[in-house]
């Protein structure tokens, strides 16, 4: 009897995360590589939404002197990609090592991306 009140709940655990969308990005990395200082840097993640359900996208939070310049802000169906658009703000000399933070009701409710590179001196 345990047996099958063991197997109930775990299906309908299984059945639930099925059941969300999942975001699944084309990096866990974005490279700005080499940069000279006050040069535009800008890139694009993309991303698809894997699951059954759809996904919203709730915020996105990034750390020091990175601009989140646009993201999707109505749900992303399934099957469906969308882009999250960033800029980096080069005035600042120096390694560039910050993370990018994805809010979403997803079965994958937050991700973050790492973000790197140089800023040289022209």
Sequence with gaps: MKKIYL?????????????KGKLDFSSRVIDFGELKEGAKAERSLSFKNTGGKPVKIKKISSTGHINV????????????????????????IGPIRRTLTVYSNAQNSF????????????
């Design 69 to 92: 310049e646009s993201y999707p802000q109505s749900t992303i169906q399934p099957g469906k990609t969308g882009n999250i658009k960033i800029s980096y703000n080069t005035n600042k």
């Design 111 to 122: 991700e973050s991306i790492k973000i790197k590179g140089v800023v040289k001196k022209d």
């Design 7 to 19: 197997l109930l709940f775990l299906s309908c655990f299984v059945g639930h995360t099925q059941e």
